[in-house]
């Protein structure tokens, strides 16, 4: 597996809609997953395809709290949730987080998320599962990574006020 370049959010495939993954086993498949788990800095919550260069709909999350990792059937790669095909299908409430993007570096922008976030997807193996969290990192960083598979990026949550951004 290869360290990718992260693309910054400028770039055109950061704003087109993944595509759905045929063959989880395949060798192309695999190697996406693996330059994402290779890619991701320590300081990373998630990683998107497409922030890497592909537009296949993959995804990795840190796993940050232990309650999360005890209530799904995902499998657990280190520290990372590989989700490949996920899709949103339950989401509730509404809270206002800071929130930053490895593609748009030394910026956070205060914006809105759910509170409870479910998501069902495939494992890295093809197995089918779920994945819930409530009003912690982990829902944030699922909803903020399948935005990056559906082509949205987190700019497009902001709503433009300055107050609401901080560099460096």
Same mark, same amino acid.
């Given at each position: 597996?290869?360290?990718?370049?992260?693309?910054?959010?400028?770039?055109?495939? +950061?704003?087109?809609?993944?595509?759905?993954?045929?063959?989880?086993?395949?060798?192309?498949?695999?190697?996406?997953?693996?330059? +994402?788990?290779?890619?991701?800095?320590?300081?990373?919550?998630?990683?998107?395809?497409?922030?890497?260069?592909?537009?296949?709909?993959?995804?990795?999350?840190?796993?940050?709290?232990?309650?999360?990792?005890?209530?799904?059937?995902?499998?657990?790669?280190?520290? #990372?949730?590989?989700?490949?095909?996920?899709?949103?299908?339950?989401?509730?409430?509404?809270?206002?987080?800071?929130?930053?993007? +490895?593609?748009?570096?030394?910026?956070?922008?205060?914006?809105?998320?759910?509170?409870?976030?479910?998501?069902?997807? #495939?494992?890295?193996?093809?197995?089918?599962?779920?994945?819930?969290?409530?009003?912690?990192?982990?829902?944030?960083?699922?909803?903020?990574?399948?935005?990056?598979?559906?082509?949205?990026? #987190?700019?497009?949550?902001?709503?433009?006020?300055?107050?609401?951004?901080?560099?460096?």
């Amino acid at each position: 597996m290869t360290i990718q370049n992260i693309l910054l959010t400028v770039h055109p495939i +950061l704003h087109t809609r993944c595509k759905w993954v045929k063959d989880i086993r395949h060798p192309d498949v695999q190697q996406v997953i693996g330059d +994402l788990l290779d890619t991701i800095p320590d300081n990373g919550a998630g990683l998107a395809a497409p922030q890497i260069g592909s537009i296949l709909r993959i995804a990795v999350v840190r796993v940050w709290d232990a309650e999360e990792e005890k209530h799904t059937t995902l499998d657990v790669h280190g520290q #990372f949730w590989v989700l490949v095909n996920p899709w949103i299908t339950y989401k509730a409430g509404s809270r206002m987080v800071w929130e930053g993007c +490895l593609s748009v570096p030394g910026c956070t922008l205060y914006i809105p998320r759910s509170c409870v976030v479910t998501v069902r997807a #495939f494992t890295r193996g093809g197995i089918p599962c779920t994945v819930r969290a409530r009003d912690n990192t982990v829902a944030q960083a699922l909803e903020h990574e399948i935005d990056h598979l559906n082509g949205v990026t #987190f700019v497009d949550h902001w709503d433009g006020n300055v107050g609401n951004m901080r560099r460096g």
